[in-house]
């Protein structure tokens, strides 16, 4: 192999084809980079990227602590997350329910005269348990 010296006009053209192919190279980095994957302006426009966790909730709405009820037949209502075994224990009764599809559930129970502590126990999938304790107070006569 014999080795001459390039022309100027070679080697001209050498190094600008060189300086040509590394703007392009670097403007097409920047087109991946900064224009194709470019962050939304209001990126939770859409709503949240993902769920809130949800932990073990129990809200008893009915009836209020430390009642005063003249009917024996109460009717509890009360809201936690949906498709979970609910204990309500009382003096006289002890039942198992499932919340509703929504959360929601309700239960009829049956008071003895004078105080009743009313035991509402929530059970999670996972071995959670929460419990709200009410005391209603049934009288006979009405004052």
Known sequence: MVNRPLSPKVFI????????L?????????????VQYQASPQPFLAGPITNTPKSLSL??????NDSLVFKSNL??????????????SSDKTDQIITSSPNGSFSSSLTLNEGLNKIYITVFSATGEEKTVIKNVYYSMEQI
């Open 59 to 64: 809200e008893v709405t009915s009836p209020s």
């Open 13 to 20: 053209i050498s190094q600008l084809l060189i300086l040509l």
């Open 22 to 34: 590394g703007i392009a190279f670097i403007s097409g980095l920047y087109y991946l980079l900064n």
């Open 75 to 88: 009717l509890l209502n009360g809201e936690t997350l949906p498709n979970l075994k609910i204990l309500i």
